[in-house]
């Protein structure tokens, strides 16, 4: 049949059917809340249970980490779920994270696992005056983090969580670092464990959520990118990896810390669209379908742009020549990833100028997202 589910409904599924469906391959998606099986660009409820969807399907993948555990149970039991429950756990859960880092010998930000709260007190011993806490699990976009750079900030943060339910949500304290740069790997490892990397993407977040890409990010030494590779290799083998795995890391000095990993196609990927032969979507449904993988080329220079918590621009903004606008359909709230643009150039100087354009084209809240490309 060549079905394929992915479990996961939102804009990440929806750009995977739109570059499956072009390999003749057919996609449905699961609703992680209801388990309704839709089509994941209008959201139409397909007449499939998650079960008939599963028994036809030729792979089962997914579109984000945070899943009811009883849902990737029972994909895994297929046998037929690329990655594996293995990888979801990985990525899901910041303390099965830090432990596989760990295990794998790959630096990370120094941290301390916050069982109750007292434990607060041997973070702030360790970990210096400038904490970020992190909820364990459930956290995306910046939610679910906590900024500790002051002793008033600590005092509030233990009145806030007075009554947290520890056990149930442990946390995660880490060490604010401060860092040159982040930049992100986003890599395919195919069914018999052949990787292929896209170059380093350099990547500027506001309010814990990411704004805006840079690709290929400038000043990457070949031996930057070899080390961002070898912790891609050591994660991917370690959680018999299939499909895109993406790698976010904050770069200090020439060295490289990992501040998390995502088992699934990543926003700082989507300039590959525009930017690359075969896109991260692509790749990573030939990944799971059993298909070669495709050409990681780079073919132009991008900036992503994250379209944040606005409606629609004006078509007006189609006049600006190599510009691509990603739409999700979504209703508007702040903070929602409403859309993407990617500015394709052929130079980093072209670049520049039609990014200055499409700052005219878009509200000013996001305009000023892009300071770190014009100002620079
Ligand atoms: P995502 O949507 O990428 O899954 P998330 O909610 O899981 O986001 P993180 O990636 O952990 O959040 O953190 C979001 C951003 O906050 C990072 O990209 C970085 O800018 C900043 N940040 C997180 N941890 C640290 C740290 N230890 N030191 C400095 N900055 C940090
Ligand atoms: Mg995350
Ligand atoms: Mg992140």
């Known amino acids: 049949s060549d079905l394929i589910v992915i479990l996961g409904h939102g804009q990440l599924a929806r750009m995977m059917y739109l570059e499956a469906t072009q390999l003749g391959l057919n996609i449905v998606a699961v609703n992680a809340n209801t388990k309704e099986v839709v089509n994941p660009v209008n959201k139409s409820v397909l007449p499939l249970s998650v079960d008939e969807a599963f028994s036809a399907a030729v792979a089962i993948t997914s579109e984000f980490e945070h899943l009811p555990l009883e849902l990737v149970e029972k994909a895994e039991a297929t046998g037929k779920f690329l990655p594996n429950a293995k990888a979801i756990a990985a990525g899901a859960d910041r303390i099965v994270e830090k432990q596989l880092l760990a295990g794998l010998n790959i630096n990370n930000c120094q941290h301390v696992i916050i069982r109750q709260l007292d434990d607060l007190e041997i973070a702030k011993a360790e970990l210096g005056e400038r904490i970020i806490l992190k909820t364990s699990r459930d956290g995306y976009d910046g939610y679910g983090q906590w900024r500790i750079f002051s002793d008033q900030d600590f005092v509030n943060i233990k009145q806030e969580l007075h009554s947290h339910n520890f056990d149930k949500m442990p946390l995660v304290a880490e060490r604010c670092i401060n860092f040159q740069r982040e930049l992100s790997l986003i890599g395919i490892t195919d069914k018999n464990g052949n990787h ?88 990573h449904i030939r990944a799971v379908a059993g298909f070669p993988l495709g050409s990681t080329k780079v073919l132009s220079p991008v900036a992503m742009i994250n379209y944040v ?68």
């Open 196 to 283: 292929l990397f896209y170059p380093l993407t350099e990547n500027h977040h506001a309010d814990g959520q990411l704004v805006l890409s840079i690709a290929p990010a400038p000043k990457v030494t070949p031996e930057l990118q070899q080390k961002a590779e070898i912790a891609y290799k050591k994660i991917s083998e370690q959680l018999d990896y299939c499909g895109v795995l993406a790698i976010e890391f904050f770069q200090v000095g020439e060295d490289l810390l990992v501040n998390e990993i995502a088992p699934r196609v990543h926003n700082s990927g989507h300039w590959t669209q525009q930017g690359c032969a075969t896109s991260q979507f692509e790749n």
């Open 309 to 376: 918590g606005h409606a629609k621009p004006k078509a007006d903004l189609f006049a600006v020549p190599n510009v691509h606008l990603h739409w999700y359909d979504k209703s508007v709230r702040p903070k929602r990833k409403m859309g993407h643009i990617n500015v394709v150039g052929n130079t980093a100087e072209q670049l520049l100028q039609t990014v200055r354009q499409v700052k005219a084209f878009i509200p000013e809240g996001l305009a000023k997202n892009l300071a770190p490309l014009l100002n620079q």
